[in-house]
């Protein structure tokens, strides 16, 4: 089993700063992608920034420029730099990973695990 948990939300004044975490840990093989997405309230969930095991980005256009998204492999770790912070930006953010993974001896690949989900607010 895989568990990920994530830290680092809050409520932020607009033009503020928050950096999210997402630290998986278990039975991992080797980690591919990871992820951060958001939803707000009545919307769908959208995709923020993913970052591949070579390190390629990608990120949602309202977003380019204030967001860095990087990993710490050693760590299992991904984090979401946030600057300049909109109130736009208000939501529940969660972490993605997609993995391979150990299990009964063997590796499986295609794990694809979700954090608990962080809220960021924007607001003054």
């Known amino acids: 089993q895989v568990q990920l948990v994530e830290s680092g939300g809050g409520l932020v004044q607009p033009g503020g700063s928050l950096r999210l975490s997402c630290a998986a840990s278990g039975s991992i093989f080797s980690i591919n992608a990871m992820g951060w997405y958001r939803q707000a309230p009545g919307k769908q969930r959208e995709m923020v920034a993913t970052?591949?095991?070579?390190?390629?980005?990608d990120y949602t256009h309202s977003v380019k420029g204030r967001f860095t998204i990087s990993r710490d492999n050693a760590k299992n770790t991904t984090y979401l730099q946030m600057n300049s912070l909109k109130p736009e930006d208000t939501a529940v953010y969660v972490c993605?990973?997609?993995?391979?993974?150990?299990?009964?001896?063997?590796?499986?690949?295609?794990?694809?695990?979700w954090g608990q989900g962080t809220q960021v607010t924007v607001s003054s």
């Open positions: 993605n990973v997609d993995l391979d993974e150990y299990s009964g001896g063997r590796v499986y690949s295609g794990g694809d695990y």
């Open positions: 970052i591949t095991s070579g390190g390629s980005t």
